[in-house]
């Protein structure tokens, strides 16, 4: 049976994905690559490659799936990851990062893709897309590995804004909500808010004053609304969307990946100890396999901004041609949805007396 979306879905023609060539760690050669592998799955898919000419040019060129569906668009300038989004939004006309944005601004691609300085691309994005009616502040929503049968929970805001207060909150809601619904094909995903315990007298004033105001518009919205929830829920299965501010969603993603690293590095430890041991790995190796698959982040790379008008999809900074493939993928599925048509209509829904001044 197919799931519910928001608004009926449109077949899409050829998807062209905005792409910033020079943002992320490991440099451009590592994000054609990764367009290369997208292309190689994906021929509804062609790319906008923002950067220097002289750079990408040899790049795409020894890369035999891009033939004639990659256009480079000149841009000399490059946001690092030390530089101030501040400074950037005053001086960074004429970046890779600013080129790609403003493809989709323009309406010359669909989405933006880009592994570059998180701040500096949501305070661009801020700047040159604007935010949806209604929207006080965008948020990062990630999927994050569960134990769900869709094997994903979406979490936001993971960082875009600090802050947070209740009508934010309830819009994070809403936004996760839609993102769960036509990003995993729940046709109604349960919806929990992040606090330090599960009864409703529990955590700050912000978070009991949008405990109600989700719990109000669940039933016209079309989710369910599971309460309170803990950071052990994150992974769990208690929720498919937990909504927090980005202060506590980028501690809890960080610490999330700062222990999958000390679980990975003591495990290899633990195989490489004896002769034994070595021999034991051999054997669980096609195990280990399947369970890199299902936690690997570098497969599920990409969060994406939610309540702009546009869609921008943040790719690890450190992603390798995998993640960067991954995030296309993402960002193609995105587009082939008109996801942020929808999602501009739900968050519109909301009764105009609860919008913010």
């Known amino acids: 049976m197919t799931a519910q979306t928001d608004q009926p879905e449109a077949k899409a023609a050829r998807i062209i994905i905005s792409v910033d060539a020079m943002g992320g760690d490991q440099g451009p050669a590592t994000v054609v690559a990764g367009c290369a592998v997208s292309a190689a799955k994906n021929p509804d898919i062609s790319f906008l490659l923002h950067g220097p000419g002289a750079v990408l040019a040899p790049l795409v060129a020894r890369r035999k799936s891009l033939a004639g569906r990659c256009e ?21 006309k004429g970046t890779s990062m600013w080129s790609a944005i403003e493809a989709v ?16 691309l949501m305070a661009m994005s801020m700047i040159r897309l604007r935010k949806l009616p209604g929207v006080n ?18 979490m936001l ?41 599960t009864e409703e007298h529990k955590g700050r004033a912000e978070l009991r004053e949008a405990f109600d105001l989700i719990r109000d518009q ?25 909504v927090t501010d980005g202060f506590t969603g980028n501690v809890a ?68 041609a995998t993640g960067v493939s991954a995030a296309i993928k993402l960002a193609a599925r995105l587009s082939m949805m008109q996801f942020n048509d929808k999602l501009a209509a739900r968050v519109a829904a909301l009764p105009t007396e609860e919008a913010k001044p």
């Open 157 to 197: 805001d993971v960082g875009a804004d600090v802050r947070a207060d209740a009508q934010d909150l309830l819009r994070y809601a809403l936004m996760g909500m839609s993102y769960a619904r036509n990003g995993l094909g729940l046709a109604h995903p349960r919806v929990g808010l992040l606090n330090v315990g």
């Open 137 to 154: 502040r965008p948020a990062i929503a990630v999927l994050y590995p569960s134990t769900n049968p869709q094997g994903f929970n979406v």
């Open 218 to 242: 669940q039933h016209s919205a079309g989710f369910a609304f599971v309460g309170f929830v803990e950071g052990d829920d994150i992974s769990g299965t208690a929720c498919d969307v937990i």
């Open 72 to 92: 480079i668009v000149e841009a000399q300038g490059v946001v690092t990851m030390d530089d101030k989004p501040s400074q950037v939004v005053r001086n960074g």
């Open 253 to 320: 993603i960080k610490t999330g990946e700062g222990t999958a690293r000390l679980v990975s590095t003591r495990l290899r430890e633990a195989f490489l100890f004896s002769p034994l041991s070595r021999l034991a790995a051999v054997f669980a190796f096609p195990a280990l396999g399947r369970l890199r698959k299902k936690i690997d982040p570098s497969r599920v790379n990409g969060g994406v901004f939610l309540g702009l008008n546009g869609t921008v999809v943040k790719s690890h900074g450190s992603a390798d």
């Open 105 to 120: 601004r323009d309406g010359r691609a669909s989405v933006a893709v880009s592994c570059g300085n998180t701040g500096a």
